[in-house]
């Protein structure tokens, strides 16, 4: 990786820490709101946080694991189960807490769609694929080149592809099978 490229990746990781941690506190305060809004009275202020914690730390777990089952090629339906579920509730939380209007529902819902939008930028990235091996030739870096010692033994002809008319698939269905059971079957 060259010096270039590990520094856009400091700056990008900088630019997510800020911005999640601003968002971070705007959604947090927006979902204890919404929690204690609709909760009965007499609920414990803990429960707020606790229920802001939840809802926005969840499709940052969801985010990571959804990366990890990539790289290793596993299925990522429920951890992206997860985190739709996860934005839907934080957006929720947002647009509940807004005033009524498309102004107040978009400067509300800001801080989690740009968090989230930041997170599948950075942590989306497939890593990079290491170079592929240099073949030795035998020769000189110096001089002029010659073929190598050793040549490799050419490889076989690839076969030749059968032509079918089969589908994979598909079972044949008599003509039969079509006809109304109520109509008349002449031969």
Request: hydrophobic letters at 50%; a positive charge.
């Amino acid at each position: 990786m060259s010096r270039a490229e590990r520094f856009e990746g400091v700056v990008l990781v900088l630019i997510l820490l800020t911005v999640g941690t601003l968002a971070g506190a705007a959604s947090f305060t927006h979902v204890h709101d919404w929690t204690m809004d609709n909760s009965p009275a007499g609920t414990p202020d803990w429960f707020g946080w606790a229920n802001a914690a939840i809802s926005e730390l969840l499709p940052i777990a969801a985010l990571l694991t959804i990366r990890a089952r990539r790289r290793a090629g596993r299925s990522i339906g429920y951890p992206m189960f997860l985190l739709v579920c996860g934005v839907a509730l934080s957006l929720s939380a947002q647009l509940a807490v807004a005033k009524p209007g498309i102004s107040g529902w978009l400067l509300s819902a800001v801080p989690a769609l740009a968090f989230m939008g930041l997170s599948k930028l950075v942590l989306s990235g497939k890593p990079a694929m290491p170079a592929a091996p240099v073949k030795a030739t035998g020769a000189a870096p110096w001089g002029p080149t010659e073929p190598a010692a050793t040549a490799e033994a050419p490889a076989p002809p690839a076969p030749e592809p059968r032509v079918t008319n089969e589908r994979p698939g598909l079972v044949p269905v008599p003509a039969l099978a079509f006809t109304r059971p109520d109509a008349e079957v002449t031969r």
